[in-house]
């Protein structure tokens, strides 16, 4: 008689692609399933783990990446292993991993970006955010990329927290950086700056901002830079007044940003200037390159659901810049043999589990993250989201059809890989290079100097093998 699947005699095998917050999540939902006993293996398209942790949150905000440490304790189960360097669709395809696990987790997150559609989005000079906060992050696709920032006006269209990421970094002293584990490149970069002024870009009010209360808070405290807002704009309709009464963040966000309108230019050396009801509709380029933006104001209409909307008045203004970085959202992107929708740029689930089509659910195939939800929420927000998709997969075990007995040897996906040629980077791999980072940041004074390209990673690594 066959043994239950989830027993000693018979682990559950559960390949888990991606090993951002989301990834490391559900392992740690399975591995804290009282009755179950697991295998669980998590494939990584970097070297490197923890995704947006290390390639999203921004430098200065350090005390954010202290959540490794819980990734690297799930690491050390000894019932878990990381195959880093393994990227799904060239090293490693849909069908190994639902031939060789009874169970795939796809926690691959929102590798893209979502564009505006105006003329001009694809000048030189304009960028979306996420690329510029991967290269200052050190993310290796990034690393070659060069910004040009010997202009003194910088336009970021967006109202949400990567648009308060990004003006930060551009405002910040480049020596108040210096003490971070911002990439070497960016730093060389940010201390040749000459942008003396980030304009941030809302299409609706200050009371609809989706940033929230502590990256406000950070611009008044940065060190020579005047936070710029029109205490006009701090004049909201009655209806975005009357929201604040429920909304504990956009009413603490609307204090914050009276205290900045009324404290006004104060002479500081740089300036962050938040502008809201306007749209950009166009990028005028001086040859091939971002020179100006051509910006509508808007008005609030109220829609049927009560929420509201930015409506273009007819009333424009040309503002010169030398960089325009898009912060509207990231957006998942497709995975080989998995399917996606391209209308939420997501991974078609119900509660976790994969839908081929409108109704036909995938057994044993389950997505976490933001390639379920979408790109929103804080990296706390994955936690749950992860234990969600996990309890779908609990339930489903006993209707699985689990893979043969035959395909269950733990040393089938290591051999598959390196019978591709393919180096995989282990946990204890990647604690050669951490510790290399490591020691560069203690000889600095930083929290770590990252190593930003792949080739150089596989170096250190097979150095210390
Ligand atoms: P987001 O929070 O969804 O904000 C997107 C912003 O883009 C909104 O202000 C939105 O305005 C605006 N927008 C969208 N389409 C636009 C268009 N066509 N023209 C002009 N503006 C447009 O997205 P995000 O900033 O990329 O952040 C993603 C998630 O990561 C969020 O949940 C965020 O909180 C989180 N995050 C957190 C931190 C942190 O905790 N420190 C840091 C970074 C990111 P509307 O509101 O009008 O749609």
């Given at each position: 008689?066959?043994?239950?699947?989830?027993?000693?005699?018979?682990?559950?095998?559960?390949?888990?692609?991606?090993?951002?917050?989301?990834?490391?999540?559900?392992?740690?939902?399975?591995?804290?399933?009282?009755?179950?006993?697991?295998?669980?293996?998590?494939?990584?398209?970097?070297?490197?783990?923890?995704?947006?942790?290390?390639?999203?949150?921004?430098?200065?905000?350090?005390?954010?990446?202290?959540?490794?440490?819980?990734?690297?304790?799930?690491?050390?189960?000894?019932?878990?292993?990381?195959?880093?360097?393994?990227?799904?669709?060239?090293?490693?395809?849909?069908?190994?991993?639902?031939?060789?696990?009874?169970?795939?987790?796809?926690?691959?997150?929102?590798?893209?970006?979502?564009?505006?559609?105006?003329?001009?989005?694809?000048?030189?000079?304009?960028?979306?955010?996420?690329?510029?906060?991967?290269?200052?992050?050190?993310?290796?696709?990034?690393?070659?990329?060069?910004?040009?920032?010997?202009?003194?006006?910088?336009?970021?269209?967006?109202?949400?927290?990567?648009?308060?990421?990004?003006?930060?970094?551009?405002a910040t002293?480049?020596?108040?950086?210096?003490?971070?584990?911002?990439?070497?490149?960016?730093?060389?970069?940010?201390?040749?700056?000459?942008?003396?002024?980030?304009?941030?870009?809302?299409?609706?009010?200050?009371?609809?901002?989706?940033?929230?209360?502590?990256?406000?808070?950070?611009f008044?405290?940065l060190n020579g830079v005047d936070v710029?807002?029109?205490?006009?704009?701090?004049?909201?309709?009655?209806?975005?007044?009357?929201?604040?009464?429920?909304?504990?963040?956009?009413?603490?966000?609307?204090?914050?940003?009276?205290?900045?309108?009324?404290?006004?230019?104060?002479?500081a050396p740089r300036r962050i200037?938040?502008?809201?009801?306007?749209?950009?509709?166009?990028?005028?380029?001086?040859?091939?390159?971002?020179?100006?933006?051509?910006?509508?104001?808007?008005?609030?209409?109220?829609?049927?659901?009560?929420?509201?909307?930015?409506?273009?008045?007819?009333?424009?203004?040309?503002?010169?810049?030398?960089?325009?970085?898009?912060?509207?959202?990231?957006?998942?992107?497709?995975?080989?043999?998995?399917?996606?929708?391209?209308?939420?740029?997501?991974?078609?689930?119900?509660?976790?589990?994969?839908?081929?089509?409108?109704?036909?659910?995938?057994?044993?195939?389950?997505?976490?993250?933001?390639?379920?939800?979408?790109?929103?929420?804080?990296?706390?927000?994955?936690?749950?989201?992860?234990?969600?998709?996990?309890?779908?997969?609990?339930?489903?075990?006993?209707?699985?059809?689990?893979?043969?007995?035959?395909?269950?040897?733990?040393?089938?996906?290591?051999?598959?890989?390196?019978?591709?040629?393919?180096?995989?980077?282990?946990?204890?791999?990647?604690?050669?290079?951490?510790?290399?980072?490591?020691?560069?940041?203690?000889?600095?004074?930083?929290?770590?100097?990252?190593?930003?390209?792949?080739?150089?990673?596989?170096?250190?690594?097979?150095?210390?093998?």
């Open positions: 008689m066959t043994e239950p699947l989830g027993t000693d005699a018979r682990p559950l095998r559960v390949a888990i692609v991606g090993a951002g917050p989301a990834g490391f999540y559900a392992a740690e939902a399975l591995l804290k399933q009282q009755n179950l006993v697991c295998q669980i293996d998590i494939f990584n398209r970097l070297p490197t783990p923890y995704g947006l942790v290390r390639e999203g949150v921004a430098p200065d905000h350090q005390s954010i990446k202290a959540v490794t440490r819980v990734y690297d304790k799930l690491a050390a189960a000894p019932n878990l292993r990381y195959f880093g360097n393994v990227t799904f669709g060239r090293d490693i395809f849909h069908e190994d991993v639902t031939q060789l696990y009874d169970q795939v987790v796809y926690a691959v997150g929102a590798q893209s970006d979502r564009k505006m559609g105006i003329t001009g989005e694809d000048l030189d000079g304009s960028f979306p955010a996420t690329i510029f906060v991967g290269w200052y992050n050190g993310h290796p696709d990034y690393c070659d990329l060069t910004f040009d920032l010997s202009h003194e006006r910088v336009l970021v269209v967006g109202n949400g927290n990567v648009a308060m990421d990004v003006a930060r970094i551009l002293d480049p020596e108040d950086l210096a003490k971070t584990d911002i990439a070497d490149h960016a730093l060389e970069a940010l201390r040749k700056s000459k942008v003396r002024e980030v304009v941030m870009l809302g299409r609706r009010g200050p009371a609809q901002a989706a940033f929230t209360n502590p990256e406000l808070r950070e008044g405290e710029i807002i029109d205490p006009a704009d701090m004049e909201l309709d009655e209806v975005s007044e009357a929201s604040l009464a429920d909304d504990k963040t956009a009413r603490r966000n609307v204090e914050l940003m009276r205290t900045y309108a009324e404290r006004g230019n104060t002479g200037v938040m502008r809201f009801l306007v749209s950009p509709v166009g990028i005028i380029g001086s040859g091939n390159r971002v020179a100006a933006v051509t910006i509508e104001r808007n008005n609030l209409k109220q829609a049927a659901d009560g929420s509201l909307k930015a409506r273009g008045t007819g009333k424009y203004e040309t503002l010169q810049c030398g960089m325009l970085l898009r912060s509207v959202g990231y957006r998942g992107s497709p995975i080989p043999g998995v399917p996606f929708s391209d209308s939420s740029g997501t991974i078609p689930n119900v509660a976790g589990r994969v839908f081929q089509d409108r109704d036909e659910v995938i057994p044993g195939e389950y997505v976490v993250g933001w390639a379920k939800r979408g790109p929103s929420g804080i990296i706390g927000t994955n936690k749950p989201d992860s234990v969600s998709t996990v309890a779908a997969m609990i339930e489903d075990i006993p209707s699985l059809e689990a893979i043969p007995d035959e395909k269950r040897g733990l040393h089938m996906i290591e051999e598959l890989l390196r019978s591709r040629g393919v180096d995989y980077v282990t946990y204890a791999d990647w604690k050669i290079l951490d510790a290399h980072e490591l020691a560069a940041g203690a000889a600095q004074g930083r929290p770590r100097v990252k190593v930003t390209c792949v080739d150089d990673m596989m170096k250190i690594i097979r150095a210390g093998r």
